[in-house]
Every structure is written in structure tokens, then in C-alpha cells.
């Protein structure tokens, strides 16, 4: 087939329009109540425009599009060859938030670079992404190795344990469904899926089991407090032990209401919003302070839009991430090349979880992790990174191989 041929073919259908637009309403979204949350603050304090919370993820989001846009320039197979270099430039990045990372509220996960910070993490998940799709690609032959299987598990290891020591326990386990999908698109043999389905089941089986169970000093797995308690709270476990007096008991109950604060409340905002919600920047949940000052645009993202808009509200942002998400699976679809097919597996896997995960803990369906949501929690590389994932989807498309 001539080149002209192949570049007609390219221009025919480039753009995924649905994909787009729905980015583009989560971005509205975003901009909006991550102003209604923090704006009304911002401005009484007097902090100018240009620093506000919601002008920064609008500067976000224009530097998201043209990393997408320069992106689109490069066909998917030639970044891929540089997989392994950003692969371990991630990890040299993660290694350098445990020497000179900044601490915020006991996590270490933040690399402060004067006027800009960003989390590493966000960055790793992009990177793995391209250097497992590009590690799977290889003939169906050589899968069947288990030195190739034991490999593709220690891409997966190395990033998840040095996040897990941040401690950042819902980024890390994101690395395991990813593996787990982009191994089964790829052909891996089903024992060895077996085998990391079954170690995994058996870690969380042992983590819940110790944290519900084992007496106090007996305890295997060495969680952080805060992220033991979050477990007991989604699991309405007693805090106190058995062999409590009833002053501890009576302390227990007081740091369990505490910690179970932000759920509860959250669930209020998502149940207060009723068909239509109260208004935008009507919100009482938020302006009151029910939800947390620091996470009503971060991890509660999702409950400040169903109380301002509702429950029509939270279906459009369902529908949204639907379009996404389908678009994503029908590029997985088109892909002719195993690379291209398991870039976009692992894309949908990575941005699923971090949706279902979100807006679970919204309503109180999975336990409080910090993953954002990706294109409306505030945050300047969350929001990057979801945008060239989408744009990952958007070059797998635009250089599909049609023979």
C-alpha cells in the first residue's frame, strides 16, 4: 500500500469525538465545583485569581492538551521503544520522594520543585503502562516462559512497593489489576494468571484477617494507623481490643466516630442532592465544613456534585466516564497490533479502577484510598496524567494499522 494511501486511511475518522467531548464536559465539571468548593474561601481570603484552586486545574488541563497534542505527532509503537527508560526514570523519581519528598499529613509522596509539586506515582502508572504493553508484546511462544512471567511480575513489584511505602496503599494496588488484565488480553498461560490472582487473593485474605482478628502485637501485616483504621471503619470493626477496660473502649468509639466522619458525611452529601440537587455553590455539606476542607475537591469530588446537582448530576458523570471508557474498549477493539491492543486494555483498566474506586468510597461501597477521580479531583499531575492516558487512547486510534 503507497504512503498516500496510509496517510488517507489515517485522515479518515482521526479524532474520536464522543471520547473527547465527554473529556471535555468532565473538565467543565471540574473547573465548576472545584471553584464551588474553594472559591468562595479563596476569595475571602483574598488570594488572587490566578492562584486559585480552580484557575490551576484549568492551567492543568491546557498543559494536559498539549502534551496530548504533541503526543499525537509520534506514532504509539516509537514511544513505546523508550518504554523501559521512562519505566525506571519513574523509578528513580519514586526512589527520590523517599530521600527528598515532602511529607504532607504523614505520607511522603511529593516531589516540591519551588512553584511546582507532583506526585511521582501518577507519573509511574503511565510509565508501567507503556513498558508492560511493550514487555507482552513479544511472540505468544515466549509467554508461555515462566522466566517471561516471573519478569512482567517484577515490573509490577518494584513500582507498587516503593509506592506502598510512601505510604500510598490505593495507588500501589493499582498495579495488580493492571497486570492481571493486560496479561489475559496478551495470552498469558491461565495457570500463571492463576498463580497472581490466587497470590493476590491470599495477601488481601491475610491483611483483613490480620487487621480484624489478630490480637494487638501479634500482627503480621504493618499497616500505618490511619490506614488500619480506614479498614475497620469500612468493615464496622470495633477499634478497641477484646481485653479493653471501658475507658479505652470509651476512646475507641470516640477515634472510630472520627475516622468514619468523612464517609458518613460524604454519603450525606450524596443522599441530600435529591433528583436535581440544591444549586451550584449551594452546597451545604462543603460550605459547612461537614466534608473536609482539604478533600471536598480532592478525594470528595463526586459527593459535592451529587448534592449540587443531584442524582441527574451523578448519572451524567457516570455517562461520561461510560463514553470514555467504551471508547477506550472499542480503540482496544480496532487495535491491530498486540502492543496498540494492550496499551488500550491497560488504559481502560487503569482509569475503571480509579472511577469504581472513587466513586465507591463516595458511597461508602469501597474503603477511603485518596485515588483520585480522574479529569475532576483537583490536581496538577492526577489531572496530566488522565489526560495522556486519554490521549494514548486518541494515538492508538489515529495510527491504527489497517492491511
Request: aromatic residues 10%; contains cysteine.
Amino acid at each position: 500500500m503507497t504512503q498516500p494511501a496510509l496517510q488517507s486511511r489515517r485522515n479518515d475518522g482521526d479524532i474520536l469525538w464522543p471520547l473527547w467531548l465527554s473529556v471535555l464536559g468532565l473538565m467543565v465539571m471540574s473547573a465548576m465545583f472545584i471553584f464551588s468548593t474553594t472559591g468562595g474561601p479563596e476569595v475571602a481570603r483574598g488570594v488572587p485569581w490566578h492562584q486559585w484552586t480552580a484557575t490551576r486545574q484549568v492551567a492543568a488541563f491546557g498543559i494536559g492538551i498539549l502534551a496530548v497534542a504533541a503526543m499525537g505527532l509520534v506514532d504509539y509503537s516509537r514511544l513505546a521503544r523508550w518504554s523501559m527508560v521512562g519505566y525506571w526514570m519513574s523509578v528513580g523519581l519514586l526512589v527520590a520522594v523517599h530521600v527528598m519528598g515532602t511529607s504532607r499529613n504523614g505520607a511522603r509522596r511529593w516531589l516540591d520543585l519551588g512553584p511546582l509539586q507532583f506526585q511521582p506515582s501518577e507519573l509511574a502508572k503511565l510509565a508501567f503502562l507503556f513498558a508492560m504493553a511493550n514487555f507482552l508484546a513479544r511472540p505468544a511462544t515466549e509467554l508461555r516462559s515462566s522466566g517471561v512471567f516471573l519478569k512482567a511480575l517484577a515490573l509490577t513489584l518494584l513500582p507498587l512497593g516503593l509506592i506502598l511505602k510512601q505510604p500510598d496503599l490505593g495507588s500501589s494496588l493499582v498495579f495488580l489489576p493492571i497486570t492481571l488484565v493486560m496479561m489475559l488480553v496478551a495470552g498469558v498461560p491461565s495457570r500463571f494468571i492463576a498463580r497472581l490472582l490466587g497470590g493476590a487473593l491470599l495477601i488481601a485474605t491475610l491483611v483483613v484477617t490480620d487487621i480484624l482478628f489478630a490480637p494487638e502485637g501479634w500482627r503480621l501485616v504493618r499497616l500505618q494507623e490511619y490506614q488500619r483504621e480506614r479498614l475497620l471503619v469500612y468493615f464496622d470493626a470495633d477499634f478497641a481490643p477484646r481485653s479493653a477496660t471501658p475507658e479505652q473502649r470509651q476512646r475507641a468509639a470516640q477515634r472510630k466516630r472520627q475516622m468514619s466522619w468523612n464517609v458518613e458525611q460524604a454519603l450525606i452529601s450524596v443522599g441530600s442532592g435529591g433528583l436535581t440537587g440544591k444549586g451550584w455553590r449551594e452546597g451545604t455539606q462543603h460550605r459547612l465544613g461537614y466534608l473536609p476542607r482539604l478533600g471536598a475537591h480532592n478525594d470528595f469530588i463526586f459527593s459535592v456534585i451529587a448534592e449540587e446537582r443531584g442524582f441527574l448530576g451523578s448519572v451524567a458523570v457516570v455517562i461520561l466516564y461510560g463514553i470514555i471508557l467504551f471508547s477506550g474498549i472499542k480503540t482496544a477493539g480496532e487495535a491491530r497490533d498486540r502492543l496498540g491492543r494492550l496499551l488500550a486494555v491497560g488504559v481502560v483498566t487503569l482509569l475503571f479502577i480509579h472511577v469504581f474506586v472513587n466513586i465507591g468510597m463516595n458511597i461508602k461501597l469501597m474503603p477511603v484510598t485518596g485515588i483520585p477521580l480522574p479529569l475532576l479531583s483537583a490536581g496538577g499531575t492526577s489531572v496530566l496524567c488522565s489526560l495522556v492516558a486519554v490521549g494514548v487512547l486518541q494515538n492508538i486510534h489515529l495510527y491504527r494499522k489497517r492491511y
